[in-house]
């Protein structure tokens, strides 16, 4: 890992009157969230809910034969990466090169580029970041035979001997990347497996924009496509198009959100060589509120789990002002919290000058947001927020507020500050 990143007032919930401190620092300074001893609003992760998540997705992967390369791009944080890595993790994921140097950074040696790369600057950084690393493998994408003349475009320019790792894309019409029928793929497959730019070395496919969170919806949907890329898998071997000297074929798959469909393919037998099996789940580090707490209940319901992940990403927002009876206005908005799936739901709140929280009446609820505020109605009758006092929201989709920060304390269960995080967004 690189020196320790800088925090200070620059960053948005940091103290301006602070002086700046090391990430590794912060947990001396004594801080306490409920204390006031930093502006609000302020995202937070709870040190104990990351931990479970942490040691759960690793034992669910263990388990049941799989590897773990979760996205990175959920996080952009060298030091969340480097605690899924110590945790277990065979790789990372991200969705570009770009990104992929903060896995680097991180020490991971086994990186997938879960997307196409075909222009001259990423090919460029990829081939320097290959170079500069021993070591370091990296896998991207190929779902065209037009991506793939650009590519072999590059390497005669460059008079280049690199031969990159690809993972052929199987993509559903009408979504995302990859090739749409399997004649596309294995026709695609053949030209890969000829060119001198790339070396073939398994089966991407991505699950997670046909789930409903459905669970009837979602075996049929997502058993389809994991049949099609087994039939896929199949195939390529048939022909031995896969790159020589590999020891493992590649098959990886798997969201946050239904992740369990996936696994016989990742398991998938009978083949040439051994299957390893990589799921690419980002967004079970720290949960949510919303999105994918409905999704993992519904895949803890299928599986028979008696535990499952628990939200670890929350923003602390303030109280500012209560114009009218049943609305209070909170100082955190689109600026701060993720909204392009589920608003955020209030789950804990704490009276002005007091360090304890107490889970927030059933009847609040944020009905929309601005830039910087938060619409926080309330049943006028009950016990309404006062000006300064503070509430936890939980969110849905911990991608995008994570971006939103470029840094977040890690707290304990009483609001102190033992450490710190930081994102390169």
């Given at each position: 890992?690189?020196?320790s990143?800088?925090?200070?007032?620059?960053?948005?919930?940091?103290?301006?009157?602070?002086?700046?401190?090391?990430?590794?620092?912060?947990?001396?300074?004594?801080?306490?969230?409920l204390?006031?001893?930093?502006?609000?609003?302020?995202?937070?992760?709870?040190?104990g809910?990351?931990?479970?998540?942490?040691?759960?997705?690793?034992?669910?992967?263990?388990?049941r034969?799989?590897?773990?390369?979760?996205?990175?791009?959920?996080?952009?944080?060298?030091?969340?990466?480097?605690?899924?890595?110590?945790?277990?993790?065979?790789?990372?994921?991200?969705?570009?090169?770009?990104?992929?140097r903060?896995?680097?950074?991180?020490?991971?040696?086994?990186?997938?580029?879960?997307?196409e790369?075909l222009?001259?600057?990423?090919?460029?950084?990829?081939?320097?970041?290959?170079?500069?690393?021993a070591?370091?493998?990296?896998?991207?994408?190929?779902?065209?035979p037009?991506?793939?003349?650009?590519?072999?475009?590059?390497?005669?320019r460059?008079?280049?001997?690199?031969?990159?790792?690809v993972?052929?894309?199987?993509?559903?019409?009408g979504?995302?990347?990859?090739?749409?029928t399997?004649?596309?793929?294995?026709a695609l497959?053949?030209?890969?497996?000829?060119?001198?730019?790339?070396?073939?070395?398994?089966?991407?496919?991505?699950?997670?924009?046909?789930?409903?969170?459905?669970?009837?919806?979602?075996?049929r949907?997502?058993?389809d496509?994991?049949?099609?890329?087994?039939?896929?898998?199949?195939?390529?071997d048939?022909?031995?198009?896969?790159a020589?000297?590999e020891?493992?074929?590649?098959l990886?798959?798997?969201?946050?959100?239904?992740f369990?469909?996936?696994?016989?393919?990742?398991?998938l037998?009978?083949?040439?060589?051994?299957?390893?099996?990589?799921?690419?789940?980002?967004?079970?580090?720290?949960?949510?509120?919303?999105?994918?707490?409905?999704f993992?209940?519904?895949?803890?319901?299928r599986?028979?789990?008696?535990?499952?992940?628990?939200?670890?990403?929350?923003?602390?927002?303030?109280?500012?002002?209560?114009?009218?009876?049943?609305?209070?206005?909170l100082?955190?908005?689109?600026?701060?919290?993720?909204?392009?799936?589920?608003?955020?739901?209030?789950?804990?709140?704490?009276?002005?000058?007091?360090?304890?929280?107490?889970?927030?009446?059933?009847d609040?609820?944020?009905?929309?947001?601005?830039?910087?505020?938060?619409?926080?109605?309330?049943?006028?009758?009950?016990?309404?927020?006062?000006?300064?006092?503070?509430?936890?929201?939980g969110?849905?989709?911990?991608?995008?507020?994570?971006?939103?920060?470029?840094?977040?304390?890690?707290?304990?269960?009483?609001g102190a500050?033992?450490?710190?995080?930081?994102?390169?967004?």
């Amino acid at each position: 890992m690189p020196a320790s990143f800088v925090l200070d007032a620059s960053l948005k919930g940091y103290p301006l009157t602070a002086p700046p401190s090391s990430v590794d620092g912060i947990g001396a300074r004594g801080w306490n969230v409920l204390a006031g001893d930093l502006p609000l609003p302020l995202a937070i992760l709870g040190r104990g809910a990351l931990m479970h998540n942490l040691a759960w997705m690793q034992r669910y992967a263990r388990e049941r034969g799989v590897w773990l390369a979760p996205h990175g791009k959920t996080t952009m944080s060298p030091e969340l990466c480097a605690m899924q890595l110590a945790a277990g993790a065979w790789g990372l994921t991200f969705a570009s090169v770009w990104q992929a140097r903060v896995g680097v950074a991180a020490g991971a040696r086994r990186i997938v580029i879960a997307n196409e790369v075909l222009q001259d600057a990423d090919l460029d950084a990829l081939d320097a970041l290959l170079a500069r690393h021993a070591g370091l493998r990296v896998w991207f994408l190929v779902d065209s035979p037009q991506q793939l003349a650009l590519i072999e475009g590059w390497a005669a320019r460059r008079g280049s001997t690199r031969a990159f790792d690809v993972l052929l894309e199987l993509g559903i019409a009408g979504q995302r990347s990859g090739c749409r029928t399997h004649e596309q793929a294995l026709a695609l497959a053949r030209a890969v497996a000829a060119s001198r730019a790339l070396r073939l070395c398994g089966i991407e496919c991505y699950e997670g924009l046909v789930a409903q969170c459905d669970s009837a919806h979602d075996a049929r949907a997502v058993t389809d496509l994991v049949q099609r890329a087994s039939a896929l898998a199949r195939a390529v071997d048939a022909e031995r198009l896969w790159a020589a000297g590999e020891e493992h074929i590649l098959l990886s798959a798997g969201g946050s959100a239904v992740f369990d469909l996936v696994l016989p393919l990742l398991r998938l037998q009978g083949l040439s060589l051994p299957v390893q099996g990589i799921l690419r789940s980002g967004c079970y580090l720290t949960h949510d509120h919303g999105n994918y707490q409905r999704f993992v209940r519904l895949l803890a319901g299928r599986e028979g789990l008696q535990d499952s992940l628990r939200p670890a990403l929350t923003v602390w927002a303030l109280v500012q002002s209560v114009p009218e009876p049943g609305l209070a206005l909170l100082n955190a908005g689109r600026r701060d919290v993720s909204f392009d799936i589920d608003l955020p739901r209030p789950v804990r709140w704490s009276r002005h000058g007091l360090r304890g929280a107490v889970d927030a009446p059933a009847d609040w609820r944020v009905t929309a947001l601005n830039d910087q505020h938060a619409y926080l109605r309330f049943d006028a009758a009950g016990a309404p927020p006062q000006v300064g006092d503070r509430v936890e929201l939980g969110i849905s989709h911990p991608c995008t507020t994570f971006d939103k920060w470029r840094w977040m304390p890690i707290v304990e269960d009483d609001g102190a500050i033992s450490g710190a995080i930081h994102t390169c967004f």
